[in-house]
């Protein structure tokens, strides 16, 4: 009796247990992580920080391929909570490969944190997730769930580098295919870059080519939840969900044959205004009726080669029933356990880690930096050269994440300008690109590119650097570029970008820089490039001085 007594007087003491360690690893995560998803925000909504603009056009406004992202984790959310209260999940917890996961992912978001690469934060809170799955409930949650965790990684916007030149010839495979297809119904169209020409002097600009094929990872998630709820298994849903690559392409290839139909018709912003921005839903509906059509085209292919799909019920095989009806209580209550007092120890340090890591960055820039670092008026091989701002518009700067930017043109008597770009930042990597895919898309074709090596700058022996030779009709360009990583100079923007992440790492000066002068091609590539390099040899001291 004693002990009955003891066992019924406990239960009430510790039901308040679970629901303590639920809201505990809520707040872990919500302050760990928050700063993160106001990141993402960012890169969600390029046009967000723009406060003078109207909501919809914050929203609508910029180029980004992740506008789909917001609904990405409000989607695993609701496929989660029906896959917990309708399918059959024991709780046996894998507590060595669940606090392991959890572990690694922590140490990457801290790591991620200090040198500011948003990313990878986003995917450790992926792996975090998948660690307390483990470390509370066990693999057979996880079996369940993975498809809801795997979901969010469409919303982690990854580095725009890093898949530009992919997404680059992606979109100008779909844009030359939507000619093709304008020309074939009698439309007369040209493409040059990311422009489209049509009679009577119409152009259309095909988005923002850095960008990439705008809808190919909202169509990529979008084939994922198909290919996921389909009538097909196996490999056969796999290369489903791979032919939402193609379709994405279709899809968009068809949106612009769209456009050029309606600037044809009627006029260029009729094309680039509302009926730009519907035709973007409208693809959504093409792409599903294209995978749609998929499915039906392979189960007639398999029947009609005597070897027909079993059609079977979505987890047919695993669903609840009347005697799982406590279920629910049980993955509830297993949070009263160590192994969850363990997860909620490692999501508060994840918190308490993140803030402080965050706290450390350096204010927000101003644009005077880097205007200031160079001089107005300069003296380049004994000739006086004065200057002009043209300013960067503020998408542009939207877009590369960082309010530091120079665009200054020197001029002198009888002597070609020379313009000379900065885009720098503080402790921001992103701001920095190779400029070869913007040259490109802009419609200029690239004759000549190479490494060359500026030597006799006072207190730098070589600096760097690659050129660009870029011709429009029969106007020549040329680009001197280089990188600057913390008091580097580099020509290669992997090495700035790994430079910029191991002194963020070390707290040593986490500053980056892509730094560009340009000028025109008028008697020789030769006397160009001379040009250009004496110029870049007279700034470097003073960015030196300013730029750190």
């Not at 009430?12 to 302050?31: D, F, H, M």
């Not at 660009?468 to 020549?476: D, E, L």
């Not at 600057?484 to 002194?503: D, H, L, M, P, S």
Request: glycine share 8%; net charge positive.
């Amino acid at each position: 009796m004693t002990e009955i007594s003891d066992l019924s007087q406990d239960r009430p003491r510790k039901a308040w247990l679970p629901a303590v360690v639920w809201v505990l690893l809520a707040i872990g995560l919500t302050v760990g992580f928050a700063h993160i998803f106001g990141e993402m925000w960012g890169r969600w909504f390029p046009s967000w920080r723009r406060e003078h603009l109207d909501f919809y056009k914050r929203i609508t406004g910029g180029e980004s391929y992740y506008t789909h992202a917001p609904l990405v984790p409000l989607l695993s959310l609701l496929i989660a909570v029906l896959l917990l209260r309708h399918t059959r999940i024991r709780v046996r917890p894998w507590r060595a490969a669940g606090a392991a996961v959890l572990i690694l992912s922590m140490l990457l978001h801290l790591a991620a944190c200090l040198a500011r690469v948003n990313f990878a934060s986003g995917f450790a809170f992926i792996g975090m997730l998948t660690g307390l799955v483990l470390l509370i409930w066990g693999i057979d949650a996880l079996r369940r769930l993975w498809f809801p965790i795997a979901l969010l990684f469409f919303m982690v916007p990854l580095p725009e580098v890093s898949i530009a030149n992919l997404n680059f010839k992606l979109k100008m495979f779909a844009a030359e295919l939507g000619v093709s297809v304008a020309n074939g119904i009698g439309i007369p169209v040209e493409r040059m870059g990311n422009r489209v020409l049509l009679e009577g002097d119409k152009t259309l600009v095909i988005a923002n080519v850095c960008n990439g094929l705008r809808t190919l990872i909202s169509l990529l998630a979008f084939g994922a939840l198909y290919a996921y709820v389909c009538r097909l298994r196996g490999l056969w849903r796999i290369g489903l969900f791979l032919m939402s690559l193609p379709v994405a392409i279709v899809s968009n290839s068809l949106r612009i044959v769209s456009l050029i139909l309606v600037a044809h018709i009627w006029d260029e912003d009729t094309a680039t205004g509302w009926f730009h921005d519907w035709s973007g839903l409208l693809i959504f509906v093409l792409a599903f009726l294209l995978m749609f059509g998929t499915e039906r085209l392979i189960l007639w292919a398999r029947k009609a080669l005597g070897r027909p799909a079993e059609i079977v019920p979505l987890f047919h095989d695993v669903r609840r029933s009347p005697e799982d009806f406590e279920q629910g209580i049980r993955l509830f209550r297993a949070a009263a356990s160590p192994r969850a007092g363990f997860a909620v120890a490692m999501a508060l340090a994840t918190a308490g880690g993140a803030w402080w890591l965050s706290q450390s960055i350096p204010p927000t820039w101003n644009e005077r930096t880097a205007q200031q670092a160079l001089p107005r008026l300069l003296e380049v091989d004994g000739t006086a050269m004065s200057s002009y701002d043209v300013p960067i518009d503020q998408l542009t700067k939207d877009v590369l994440e960082t309010g530091d930017c120079l665009n200054r043109v020197y001029v002198a008597p009888d002597a070609p300008q020379v313009t000379f770009t900065i885009i720098f930042s503080k402790d921001n990597r992103k701001g920095t690109h190779p400029p070869d895919l913007c040259l490109a898309g802009s419609g200029e074709g690239i004759v000549g590119k190479g490494d060359v090596d500026v030597k006799g700058t006072e207190g730098r022996p070589i600096i760097p650097c690659r050129e660009i030779i870029v011709q429009t009709g029969q106007t020549r360009q040329y680009h001197l570029y280089t990188y600057k990583c913390g008091g580097r100079y580099t020509r290669g923007f992997w090495e700035q970008q790994f430079t910029i992440f191991a002194n963020g790492l070390l707290r040593r000066n986490a500053s980056g820089a892509l730094i560009r002068v340009s000028t025109s091609v008028q008697t020789s590539v030769e006397d160009a490039r001379q040009r250009a390099m004496a110029l870049l040899r007279v700034a470097v001291p003073h960015l030196d001085r300013k730029l750190n």
